[in-house]
């Protein structure tokens, strides 16, 4: 997991204060619902056991997945952004030239990437497609049902 995390400072520290309540408070939960089960018998036919060995894998996987994220985190100050042209954390105004719909979406690193929210993943194709991109130019996106074509409108933060 070596790629580049683009954050903005606030995702950030939710994500180490996520993975604070994971180590401090979801670990030792699992390992007392691990020493209950233990408690009540033979483990071979435990089922409870069994179940409370399988979520604490589950949650040192996901320990381990948010520790990768977090290492490879650049923080992107909005301050400083070029909105000259489509990159990390800015939003764009698009217009699909097929179906003459405009849509704002703002480009985020995968972590943050919301579609409900209006944010994509900059290695999404549309991202991947935006990134660079400068006012009135057109992106071609190769998406699974043909290539699409994107004007863009605007670019602000």
């Given at each position: 997991?070596?790629?580049?995390?683009?954050v903005?400072?606030?995702?950030?520290?939710?994500?180490?204060?996520?993975?604070?309540?994971?180590?401090?408070?979801?670990?030792?939960?699992?390992?007392?619902?691990i020493?209950?089960?233990?408690?009540?018998?033979?483990?071979?036919?435990?089922?409870?056991?069994?179940?409370?060995?399988?979520?604490?894998?589950?949650?040192?996987?996901?320990?381990k997945?948010?520790?990768?994220?977090?290492?490879?985190?650049?923080?992107?100050?909005?301050?400083?952004?070029?909105?000259?042209?489509?990159?990390i954390?800015?939003?764009?105004?698009?217009?699909?030239?097929?179906t003459?719909?405009?849509?704002?979406?703002?480009?985020?690193?995968?972590?943050?990437?919301?579609?409900?929210?209006?944010?994509?993943?900059?290695?999404?194709?549309?991202?991947?497609?935006?990134?660079?991109?400068?006012?009135?130019?057109?992106?071609?996106?190769?998406?699974?049902?043909?290539?699409?074509?994107?004007?863009?409108?605007?670019?602000?933060?």
């Open positions: 997991m070596s790629e580049t995390n683009y903005t400072q606030e995702t950030f520290d939710s994500m180490r204060v996520e993975l604070q309540r994971m180590k401090g408070v979801d670990r030792p939960a699992a390992s007392r619902a020493a209950e089960a233990r408690e009540k018998g033979d483990l071979k036919e435990n089922a409870e056991y069994d179940a409370a060995k399988e979520a604490q894998g589950m949650l040192e996987a996901k320990i997945q948010l520790e990768g994220i977090i290492a490879n985190a650049k923080i992107v100050d909005t301050s400083t952004i070029d909105t000259s042209k489509v990159t954390l800015t939003r764009v105004t698009i217009t699909n030239l097929a003459k719909k405009t849509v704002t979406y703002q480009i985020v690193g995968e972590k943050e990437a919301d579609l409900k929210a209006g944010k994509i993943s900059a290695s999404s194709p549309i991202g991947k497609g935006l990134i660079g991109k400068h006012v009135g130019e057109i992106a071609e996106v190769q998406a699974p049902n043909g290539l699409l074509k994107f004007k863009v409108e605007d670019i602000t933060v």
